[in-house]
Nanobody
Framework: QVQLVESGGGLVQAGGSLRLSCAAS????????MGWFRQAPGKEREFVAC????????YYADSVKGRFTISRDNAKNTVYLQMNSLKPEDTAVYYC???????????????WGQGTQVTVSS
């Protein structure tokens, strides 16, 4: 029942920062948990971060913990991923996804955006 559109990707130098945004359509955004996943060429999709509908439950992959921050603004139907201290290993297409209950498993999500490319140069 929702459509997701990611934005904010780009090319940055190692150590730099980016903020990704995911805009959701529909009037029931606040009822959905949101997650960020990424996929690098030749690799399977990887969990990055997720947040419950009210922001009360937040989870991060160990690889990004302490560097990335997920947040949401239900009034704007938008979820964000602030990425600091970026590393070349963070290079991937980043996808926004949604489901009714928060989960770190990509198979649990039923709505997906088209992805936004993040490239981190060394």
């Amino acid at each position: 029942q929702v459509q997701l559109v990611e934005s904010g990707g780009g090319l940055v130098q190692a150590g730099g920062s980016l903020r990704l945004s995911c805009a959701a359509s529909g009037r029931t955004f606040s009822s959905y948990a949101m997650g960020w996943f990424r996929q690098a060429p030749g690799k399977e999709r990887e969990f990055v971060a997720c947040i419950s509908w009210n922001g009360g439950s937040i989870y991060y992959a160990d690889s990004v913990k302490g560097r990335f921050t997920i947040s949401r603004d239900n009034a704007k139907n938008t979820v964000y991923l602030q990425m600091n201290s970026l590393k070349p290993e963070d290079t991937a297409v980043y996808y926004c996804a949604s489901r009714r209950v928060v989960s770190t498993r990509h198979n649990d999500y039923n709505y997906w955006g088209q992805g936004t490319q993040v490239t981190v140069s060394s």
